[in-house]
């Protein structure tokens, strides 16, 4: 993202993520920003000083630092740092850059702890020749497992020694995110199901548009007026209305602003949810009569009307029921979050606010009645 400083000057803003992890115990993550690549180093640096786990530079993209920890208040620990199991998920998704000279020294640092371990395994080799000296028709074999091992490490070396450009940022990523389990495993599973999602978003994009259009406006026609909604590019990275991660680059359907919408990962699960719901509904009035009676014997249990023997009013019953069921679930929610659904320490159960006022309401015009008749038939007396 590009700001503007005192003197009115375009300034470009750097987001950063520095990742403080230990096994067993919690990670956090570091959202910062920066002026340009070498601040960004810089940042990392004097974080690293005075600090005895090393820190994990992440990436960097161009972005605002207020919009990132923003999105991600419900994880913030304190500051600048946030607790990186809870958005995990979000960052392993995002396509951050890594200075040069952090992919150079990453690469350095590779190949010298492979060096280390092969200086080690000569040594042990060099003990177990003086240590065999009497035995040297099977030294070879006592020693077979670390001259293996050394041929391995050596093929690492040439391996990484040939790593440039993006398979060395792969390669780094791949490392970074291995120092927590959980981040590893998000990087897998975000990574496949990317790709395998992409592709059969790309597929179904004419069927995904309209039922976007449809959610957003009531009819597949993206010429009705309202909101537009289009397959556009992405100049910056953002999150969508899913959670999804969208980056410079890709495609992604907008909703009405940009950086406002639907990755094509989301915009296929939707099409998936829709076409599943379609196929149920059309299921459900094909049901069979042990289905028809099972239906019937729900709808009796929640006291709910419908026509005997008429298996159209009762499936579509059931669906009005369920979808009660969903809202009611919402309601409870709201109802709780704005203090009106209640638990009572005193009497060990929820609450509600509205019912009893309601209630109230209802007793007080009850007596206010009764006195009204009650002085009615005095009167008469």
Known sequence: MIKKNSNN???????????????????????????????VVARLKGCQTGNPIKLILLGYFEGSEAEWQSQFHYANVRGEWFDYNRIKHIISQLNLKVPKNILKEFKEDKIAKLNKKIIELRDKIEEDRE?????????????????EQIGKHEDDIAQIDGLEGAKLKEAYNKWAVEHT?????????????????????????????KIINFI?????????????????????????????????????????????????????????????????RRDNSKASKKQIESFKDYLDA????????????ITKKIETSSLKDIIDDFKND????????????????????????????????????????????????
Not at 28 to 35: E, Q, R, T
Not at 302 to 313: A, L, Q
Request: hydrophobic fraction near 25%; proline fraction near 0%.
């Open 9 to 39: 000057v375009l300034k470009k803003e750097l987001v950063y993520f520095l990742l403080h992890s230990e096994s067993n115990r919690k990670s956090y993550v570091k959202i910062g920003k920066s002026d340009s690549e070498t601040g």
């Open 131 to 147: 240590r065999y000296s009497y035995d040297r028709e099977n030294l070879k074999a006592y020693c077979q497992e670390e001259i």
């Open 181 to 209: 389990e959980e981040g590893w495993y998000a990087f897998q599973r975000c990574s496949e199901a990317s790709r395998n999602h992409r592709k059969e978003a790309l597929k179904n994009m004419s069927h995904i548009e």
């Open 216 to 280: 957003h406006k009531g009819t597949s026609n993206k010429w009705h007026g309202g909101q537009e909604i289009r397959y556009v590019e992405a100049k910056g990275s953002f999150i969508d209305f899913f959670n999804g991660v969208v980056n410079p680059g890709e495609y992604y359907i907008m909703v009405g602003e940009y950086q406002n919408g639907y990755s094509l990962e989301s915009g296929y699960s939707i099409y998936k949810m829709f076409v599943n719901f379609m196929n149920s």
């Open 302 to 313: 929640k006291k709910i009307k419908h026509k005997e023997n008429c298996s159209v009013d």
């Open 334 to 381: 709201i109802d709780k979050e704005l203090g009106i659904l209640y638990f009572d320490d005193n009497l060990c159960q929820w609450r509600n606010k509205e019912n009893e006022r309601s209630l109230e309401t209802y007793l007080k015009q009850k007596q206010l009645k009764e006195k009204v008749v009650l002085e009615n038939e005095r009167h008469y007396d």
